[in-house]
């Protein structure tokens, strides 16, 4: 006696395979996909292409603003036996600093429009997003620094300080003093530019 139980189950035969007229093979069944645009496609791609031209224009502002206290220098036409009066942009730290500073931004601006094309290509490629709103960060506390530290020694070459004895400079070095006020004035721009750059990397980033 056998102790194990089997059980058989029966499968009818279909009419059309009883007279043998139903297919062999059968027939497969091809499915194909359409793909869909991602909503905010467009959008990240305008943006980045602003940014692409924030950061031209970023670059302009921060050369000249280098270039222009860089090589500010005026040297009176009256001098004495023992004196001669000049005024220079490396008497002071202050706009040592802005230079070397506004240097800095932008030769990293520059560094940065590869980075910015790519995103244009591929609006939705996040580190490269990331990455760049971190460097502009630094850029602008950098570039704020220094045009903050340039603004408080432009502030008393015009205005000169009665209580320490400082004596106001622009009315003698007018050439001198033009030439640093406009340096910092496109300081100042290039600072807001760097805003408007962190600005549009955060709200690409939110809506990713």
């Keep these: 006696m056998n102790s194990s139980n089997s059980t058989t189950i029966?499968?009818?035969?279909?009419?059309?395979?009883?007279?043998?007229?139903?297919?062999?093979?059968?027939?497969?069944?091809?499915?194909?996909?359409?793909a869909t645009p991602h909503p905010n496609a467009g959008w990240k791609k305008g943006a980045a292409i602003f940014d692409f031209l924030l950061r031209l224009a970023a670059i302009a502002a921060?050369?000249?603003?280098?270039?222009?206290?860089?090589?500010?220098?005026?040297?009176l036409p009256f001098f004495t036996q023992f004196f001669q009066f000049q005024a220079s942009f490396d008497d002071l730290p202050a706009f040592m600093f802005?230079?070397?500073?506004t240097a800095i931004a932008s030769g990293y601006l520059a560094l940065s429009l590869p980075f910015s094309l790519v995103s244009i290509f591929r609006p939705h490629a996040q580190r490269i997003r990331l990455l760049l709103i971190i460097c502009d960060t630094v850029a602008?506390?950098?570039?704020?620094?220094?045009?903050?530290?340039?603004?408080?020694?432009?502030?008393?070459?015009?205005?000169?300080?009665?209580?320490?004895?400082?004596?106001?400079?622009?009315?003698?070095?007018?050439?001198?003093?033009?030439?640093v006020s406009g340096a910092v004035v496109a300081s100042f721009i290039a600072?807001?530019?760097?805003?408007?750059?962190?600005?549009m990397s955060a709200l690409a980033l939110r809506k990713h």
């Design 98 to 101: 802005f230079v070397v500073a």
């Design 62 to 75: 921060t050369l000249a603003a280098a270039t222009t206290m860089g090589t500010t220098d005026e040297t």
């Design 191 to 199: 600072v807001v530019l760097f805003m408007l750059l962190v600005m």
């Design 140 to 179: 602008l506390a950098l570039t704020t620094a220094g045009a903050a530290s340039a603004t408080a020694i432009v502030y008393l070459a015009h205005n000169g300080n009665t209580s320490a004895n400082w004596v106001a400079i622009c009315q003698q070095f007018t050439d001198f003093c033009q030439r």
């Design 10 to 34: 029966h499968v009818s035969e279909t009419k059309a395979e009883a007279k043998g007229k139903a297919p062999l093979i059968a027939t497969p069944i091809v499915a194909t996909t359409k």
